[in-house]
């Protein structure tokens, strides 16, 4: 079946406006995570939605960010009045389970350009 | 916090030399280990994973990794490289702070393979 989808694919902003960007995670993985990826640097945990439980924001870092995701399937992560620190690839993954074992498929990312 | 090094940044071989990206992790116990690949253009994929059982896991491409538990390591070789070879590997942990949900990645290795 089809992969992980992220959209846009690119976005250029200005300081201070607001960005959404969204996930289409794979059918049927009840599993989501948002990670972020500076220049340069791995991959930096966001938040994870896991079923119906309530999700792990424990990555989030200011309360400019949050997420939202509808049931089991697409995802929204939102940037509120962006600054130019969250210049980054914004990478969604989807998992069937969170076993800890559980491989999980990544999306194309999003490149978030803010000047 | 765990955190996962991976000390080579960028590594430049020849074709058919022999690889070996290093990766150390800073927990003890119970630990799952992952290499991740991102080859140009593409979205990062799973190369291999390991769970318990035999220390050397065997993943897709003739790559291999073997984890070692008195080193904390769990580094990826191959020995004959090719220029398909060419692209960033992370080495990923189950996060502590996220109930083993989320990973931990290192910075990552660019490898380029010359022809």
């Known amino acids: 079946g089809a992969g992980v989808s992220q959209s846009p694919s690119n976005k250029v902003t200005e300081k201070g406006k607001d960005v959404e960007l969204r996930c289409d995670p794979i059918?049927?993985?009840?599993?989501l995570y948002w990670y972020r990826q500076r220049l340069g640097q791995g991959l930096e945990f966001l938040i994870y939605?896991?079923?119906?439980?309530?999700?792990?924001k424990s990555g989030l870092p200011s309360d400019r960010f949050s997420a939202e995701r509808t049931g089991e399937s697409v995802s929204t992560l939102t940037i509120q009045r962006t600054q130019q620190e969250d210049s980054a690839v914004y990478l969604c993954?989807?998992?069937?389970?969170?076993?800890?074992?559980?491989?999980?498929?990544f999306g194309p990312g999003t490149r978030l350009l803010v000047l | 916090a765990q955190s996962v090094s991976q000390h080579n940044h960028h590594v430049i071989l020849s074709e058919a030399a022999s690889l070996e990206l290093g990766c150390n992790y800073s927990y003890g116990g119970t630990v799952n280990l992952f290499w991740y690949v991102q080859y140009p253009g593409q979205h990062l994929q799973l190369l291999l994973k390991?769970?318990?059982?035999?220390?050397l896991v065997k993943g897709i491409k003739g790559f291999e990794a073997e984890f070692i538990k008195s080193k904390f390591s769990f580094n990826l070789r191959k020995p004959s490289v090719q220029w398909s070879d060419t692209a960033e590997y992370f080495c990923a942990v189950p996060s502590l702070d996220t109930g083993r949900r989320a990973l931990t990645f290192g910075s990552g290795t660019r490898l380029q393979v010359q022809p």
């Open positions: 939605f896991q079923g119906n439980s309530a999700p792990d």
């Open positions: 390991y769970f318990s059982g035999d220390p």
């Open positions: 993954a989807s998992s069937p389970g969170v076993s800890g074992r559980e491989t999980q498929y």
């Open positions: 059918s049927g993985h009840t599993a």
